[in-house]
């Protein structure tokens, strides 16, 4: 069925392969964080669980469960147990889903599809974002949100380190909440990077966060005035002339280093302490949508499938196929390094 | 030596004082000196740069690593500990919050002093290497001034960025980008397109960080591909999908290339948002719904009537519960002009102050609910005028009235009666100066 290329071209870095992925584009992912269960969102309106064995380099995956929707599911999110797994997406509804069970409920509503959301464990709190341009916050046990967030523009993506949250909307801005006081705004700016915004991760410890753009480039921003010496942005996932947008971002769980995803096929790792790069991986031939660590950072998890970053017409159902790969994060790749200069001083 | 017991019987008291303390000085030095280099010889047996092991370099034979007890520069204190700490676990986190002063300010500063570039824009202290201008990866620092307030605009930028009496310091001359001179703009945009046009099309721009956009309507992948789903589920063929992109595509081309023709004329040109047969989503995607019942070009007047009956559409029906920690659960419909969300009002509402600016900005009047990055998607209508500062973003409240201020180079003011342009014989004195707006235009 497949005759995009010899699977080592979607597979350069020789990833395990996860088994019967989804039949069409992933549109994100995302562990466990008691377990080695990996959750995957897809345009063909399926949500999907996999129970994923590792010992060493080698990985095992079985299927567990699914859970469909009526139209693409564009997010996911786990409860901090490891025993539902909510999803949201084109049908404006998230839903939640306890795995043991096997049971699931719709538990939010939109006038517009959820793009991004995550579970406060310490709000005991679903919040989701939407291209209605609010958030809106979700105790489950009631049909009604707890509060709704107005938003300038359409909710592109969300991160939280609580009590950190931050949006990135359409037209670059990024809206920045104390979860301690949700109802606020603590700050909005502009994105320092000068295109659409497309990806963001809080800071591990809420120092500041992440932002990615269409643009291969990622910015650095922190939030404290005083800290504002310390902004920066870099340059990623190009190729010549060709700029490929940022399309995940995510913290190592434990290091602190982070991973890019970028629309050119190929996943980075990064430290920005040291501002380095960690590892470059090999590209793959198809754009890499979304990507995830499991909870102690062993394994990456990424997607190699359309994202439509050429439009529709680049899009071809009948042979287009959709891969998750798991990939051994070694010490190498994701700790942080200091970074060595030269015995010769300036 | 000798001198002096020569003549000790004439030296006097003072002089006899000093060369105690002369000779007291020398030990002491002599003393340090020796601490010094024995602790130099400690940890560079034999590489020894002259700063030690408070080098703020790292050196191969370095064993341990950077400690640095050395008071930072910027009075945060000194970093007592471990550099490489990522998860910053053990360090006092600065309240991010709560901004006072870093017990622990979690990342080395002089790591970030290091000025190596590399290929990937770093190496620049930091931020904004990021313009199209000249200081891609690799300019040097300039001299930090940790509170100087280089932006400029802020009255009119209050919403945007962070409060003005807490400016981000910047450094570089990006940041301090002041649209004050045309041609500088011009090529900042120039380069931009040339460089660091992005593969994907549809999207804001600004030619200046920390600026709101110049050209905005982002149209996103996932909304693009949604859009797509939704008409072939309702059977639109691919064809016509595809041309549709194309043409929004192509909209958006023009927008960009009008945008580098000409910086400040702030088209009206509504072409921003993505084209989505409006039923498919359902009205409630604003700007996918939007955009196909304009015509190509329509008056800044034509524009803000859609935006608004879709502004309402948003406004979700449920009203939310109140429950802790959210003591003011209002409704978000607040105020009937709205064009931006009610945002701002809600704000004002719940009494709180956030500690955004935007919103003493969006304080001034409850009608001119225009908080600062909500406007941006409908600067397209804002007229500036040539003397304002690009983004006229400081006309906010103004772009929320139809009648705009005429100015030069403007094509789609709306200032006086329209019926002027519905009149088949003008008489002489009433012919009308400026264009007419597009709406008239057949």
């Known amino acids: 069925m497949s005759t995009f290329g010899s699977p080592a071209n979607t597979n350069p870095n020789k990833s395990y392969e996860v088994v019967q992925p989804p039949s069409d584009g992933v549109s994100s992912l995302s562990f466990s964080p008691?377990?080695?269960?990996?959750?995957?969102?897809?345009?063909?309106?399926?949500?999907?669980?996999?129970?994923?064995?590792?010992?060493?380099?080698n990985f095992n995956s079985t299927p567990k469960a699914a859970i469909a929707h009526d139209n693409p599911v564009l997010c996911s999110a786990w409860k901090d147990d490891g025993t539902t797994v909510f999803s949201g997406g084109c049908d404006k509804q998230a839903k939640m889903w306890n795995l043991l069970s096997n049971q699931s409920m719709q538990v939010a509503a939109h006038d517009a599809p959820i793009k991004d959301m995550a579970w406060i464990p310490e709000m005991s709190l679903l919040v989701t974002g939407s291209w209605d341009k609010t958030l809106r916050y979700w105790d489950t046990r009631q049909p009604n949100p707890v509060h709704v967030q107005q938003l300038p523009e359409r909710c592109y993506a969300l991160s939280v380190r609580y009590p950190l949250m931050v949006v990135g909307t359409a037209d670059r801005n990024l809206i920045i909440f104390n979860l301690q006081t949700p109802q606020n705004e603590f700050k909005r700016i502009v994105s320092p990077l000068k295109f659409q915004t497309r990806c963001i991760a809080a800071f591990p410890d809420q120092q500041g966060f992440l932002v990615g753009s269409i643009e291969g480039r990622v910015g650095v921003h922190h939030l404290d005035d005083g800290q504002q010496n310390?902004?920066?942005?870099?340059?990623?996932?190009?190729?010549?002339?060709?700029?490929?947008?940022?399309?995940?971002?995510?913290?190592?769980?434990?290091?602190?280093?982070?991973?890019?995803?970028?629309?050119?096929?190929?996943?980075?790792?990064?430290?920005?302490?040291?501002?380095?790069?960690?590892k470059a991986m090999t590209r793959c031939s198809q754009p890499i949508p979304c990507g995830t660590f499991n909870s102690d950072g062993s394994i990456y998890a990424y997607a190699v499938c359309y994202d439509w970053s050429k439009g529709a017409e680049n899009h071809n159902p009948a042979t287009a196929k959709t891969y998750i790969y798991l990939h051994q994060a070694l010490e190498s790749e994701v700790k942080g390094k200091p970074r060595l200069v030269t015995q010769t001083r300036k | 030596m000798c001198k002096f017991l020569v003549s000790f019987p004439v030296i006097s008291l003072r002089s006899l004082l000093y060369a105690l303390s002369l000779s007291l000085s020398l030990s002491l030095s002599v003393f340090f000196f020796i601490q010094m280099s024995l602790s130099d010889f400690g940890t560079f047996p034999i590489f020894s740069c002259r700063y030690g092991d408070k080098c703020k370099f790292l050196h191969s034979t370095q064993q341990q690593q950077q400690q640095q007890p050395r008071a930072n520069p910027f009075g945060f204190g000194s970093q007592t500990g471990t550099p490489f700490q990522q998860t910053n676990t053990q360090q006092q986190k600065s309240n991010p919050f709560g901004f006072g002063t870093q017990a622990g300010a979690p990342f080395q500063q002089t790591k970030i002093q290091q000025q190596k570039s590399n290929l990937f824009g770093f190496g620049v202290q930091n931020s904004s290497p990021s313009t199209g201008a000249s200081n891609f990866g690799g300019q040097q620092t300039k001299i930090f001034k940790p509170f100087e307030n280089k932006w400029t605009r802020?009255?009119?930028?209050?919403?945007?960025?962070?409060?003005?009496?807490?400016?981000?310091?910047?450094?570089?001359?990006?940041?301090?980008?002041?649209?004050?001179?045309?041609?500088?703009c011009m090529r900042i945009i120039a380069k931009d397109f040339e460089q660091e046009k992005p593969l994907w099309k549809l999207t804001c721009y600004s030619h200046s960080k920390d600026l709101p956009c110049d050209i905005t309507g982002d149209v996103s992948y996932e909304e693009l591909r949604a859009v797509a789903y939704d008409e072939a589920k309702r059977g639109v063929n691919l064809q016509s999908i595809v041309e549709r992109e194309?043409?929004?595509?192509?909209?958006?081309?023009?927008?960009?290339?009008?945008?580098?023709?000409?910086?400040?004329?702030?088209?009206?040109?509504p072409a921003?948002?993505?084209?989505?047969?409006?039923?498919?989503?359902?009205?409630?995607?604003?700007?996918?719904?939007?955009?196909?019942?304009?015509?190509?070009?329509?008056?800044?007047?034509?524009?803000?009537?859609?935006?608004?009956?879709?502004?309402?559409?948003?406004?979700?029906?449920?009203?939310?519960?109140?429950?802790?920690?959210?003591?003011?659960p209002a409704q978000p419909v607040q105020t009937p002009v709205a064009i931006s969300p009610s945002?701002?009002?809600?704000?004002?509402?719940?009494?709180?102050?956030?500690f955004g600016n935007s919103l003493s900005f969006n304080n001034q009047s409850s009608m001119l609910s225009s908080s600062f990055p909500a406007s941006t998607q409908f600067t397209n209508f804002e007229v500036t005028q040539p003397s304002m500062l690009l983004n006229g973003p400081s006309h906010m409240g103004d772009g929320q009235k139809p009648a705009l201020k005429p100015s030069e180079g403007v094509q789609r003011v709306f200032s006086g009666d329209a019926a002027i342009w519905a009149k088949e014989k003008w008489n002489p004195g009433e012919i009308p100066e400026e264009a007419p707006p597009d709406e008239f235009i057949r």
């Not at chain 1, 008691?34 to 590792?54: F, G, P, Y």
């Not at chain 1, 942005?233 to 971002?249: A, D, P, Q």
């Not at chain 2, 043409?247 to 040109?269: A, G, I, M, T, V």
Request: with cysteine; proline share 9%; charged share 15%.
């Open chain 2, 154 to 184: 802020s009255s009119s930028a209050a919403g945007a960025s962070s409060t003005p009496s807490q400016q981000e310091a910047k450094q570089s001359q990006a940041a301090d980008h002041k649209c004050t001179d045309p041609e500088a």
């Open chain 2, 343 to 354: 945002a701002s009002n809600f704000f004002s509402q719940t009494g709180g102050s956030p």
């Open chain 2, 246 to 269: 194309r043409s929004l595509l192509n909209s958006k081309l023009n927008e960009f290339q009008s945008l580098l023709h000409n910086p400040y004329s702030r088209r009206s040109d």
């Open chain 1, 34 to 57: 008691k377990a080695n269960h990996l959750i995957a969102t897809s345009w063909d309106n399926q949500v999907r669980c996999w129970e994923i064995m590792q010992s060493g380099a």
């Open chain 1, 230 to 278: 310390k902004n920066f942005t870099f340059k990623c996932h190009r190729e010549g002339n060709e700029i490929y947008s940022v399309n995940s971002l995510n913290f190592h769980p434990v290091h602190g280093t982070f991973a890019t995803a970028g629309s050119d096929g190929a996943f980075n790792f990064w430290d920005k302490d040291s501002k380095q790069r960690l």
């Open chain 2, 272 to 328: 921003p948002f993505p084209g989505a047969p409006s039923p498919v989503t359902s009205t409630s995607t604003p700007p996918l719904a939007v955009q196909h019942r304009n015509p190509p070009s329509v008056s800044s007047f034509g524009q803000l009537g859609p935006s608004l009956n879709i502004g309402f559409n948003t406004r979700p029906a449920a009203p939310p519960n109140n429950a802790f920690p959210f003591q003011n």
